[in-house]
């Protein structure tokens, strides 16, 4: 347990980290409910909070990424893409220019600093919310269908799907008694998967916030933020949209006509990509359960998941597929 790198990011670490980008903690830390990176909220010495210039506030957020998972010009293109949304007047949270630089490194960690913005998760059951929100999902995909990504990856039924699955298999993830029924049902899932992606055409891929759902969508008085593209891709439009819709299909239906009222009056909708909303779903229901097999080294994993990897989650993992199977071969929702 004690062997994992984020082992070695106790408080003095952090506090060094930041000194070194020219940030001096006064030594209260506060740590953010973050997994797959480590996040702190630091309060910050002489800090000046009328500056608008990259100079830290009274609070800062550092974020300090795994290691391993992204290369440094992955992160970069990250930041370059949260910087240029941002420069549009676009509410995404971007790192700030430390020294001149976005991305950082000490003690063997990469790490970004954020000013802190507050907020709470927006009520997606209000239509005039969901608007809103459509409206800068709609600005944030016409700047990223202005050009692609060139190192970030691309969410396909490969990366997501077919690269998850053979990775829980591989390393015996799945419960003996269980394994039959799981790996039949996952392949019907993306066969499903593929049926859809045929329906749909050749859908373009832009550009992506990636992980567009409401804990990342920050709600104020003057309305919704977005942080943490930390899983930024190119993929379809629907990726930032289909996680805002929930429950039965006409409550989908009315959800997602609200939001693409607003998305559309800054970026053109191709309504085939509407025969991908369970197909993503899917996806990211196996990429989900092979994410938490990944990381279960990480002591913050069991602790935080202490569900997963029993009987009973592969059990309503198989009842979930079987759902979705069903659910994909149905009509696309619509009309809208």
Not at 169 to 191: M, N, T, Y
């Amino acid at each position: 347990m004690s062997g994992h790198p984020y082992s070695k990011l106790t408080p003095d670490a952090v506090l060094d980290a930041l000194e070194s980008a020219g940030v001096r903690g006064d030594g209260r830390l506060l740590g953010l409910n973050s997994y797959e990176n480590r996040v702190y909220q630091v309060y910050v010495e002489d800090a000046d909070p009328a500056t608008g210039d990259g100079a830290p506030s009274p609070i800062v957020v550092a974020k300090f990424y795994r290691p391993a998972r992204w290369t440094d010009a992955q992160i970069l293109e990250e930041h370059a893409f949260a910087l240029e949304l941002a420069e549009r007047e676009i509410p995404v949270v971007a790192p700030l220019l430390l020294g001149g630089k976005t991305l950082h490194e000490s003690g063997g960690f990469r790490f970004a600093v954020y000013p802190r913005r507050g907020g709470r998760m927006p009520e997606l059951d209000n239509p005039d919310t969901l608007e809103w929100i459509g409206r800068f999902i709609g600005r944030i995909h016409a700047v990223g269908g202005m050009k692609p990504f060139v190192d970030r990856p691309t969410l396909d039924i490969a990366s997501f799907g077919v690269e998850s699955r053979d990775w829980l298999l591989e390393h015996g993830a799945i419960p003996g008694d269980l394994l039959a029924a799981w790996k039949s049902v996952v392949d019907l899932a993306l066969d499903g998967v593929r049926r859809c992606y045929d329906r749909a055409g050749e859908v373009r891929a832009i550009r992506l916030h990636g992980d567009c759902h409401s804990g990342n969508i920050l709600w104020t008085d003057a309305g919704p933020h977005f942080v943490d593209l930390d899983d930024a891709r190119m993929g379809p439009a629907m990726q930032d949209l289909w996680m805002l819709i929930s429950g039965d299909r006409a409550a989908m239906t009315r959800a997602l006509s609200d939001a693409l009222a607003g998305y559309e009056d800054f970026c053109e909708f191709d309504r085939r990509e509407l025969a991908l909303v369970e197909a993503l779903r899917t996806l990211r229901l196996i990429h989900y359960s092979a994410w938490l097999a990944r990381r279960w080294d990480d002591p913050a994993f069991p602790a935080a998941f202490p569900w997963f990897n029993t009987q009973r989650y592969w059990q309503d993992r198989i009842l979930e597929l079987r759902e979705q199977v069903a659910l994909m071969d149905e009509p696309p929702l619509g009309p809208l």
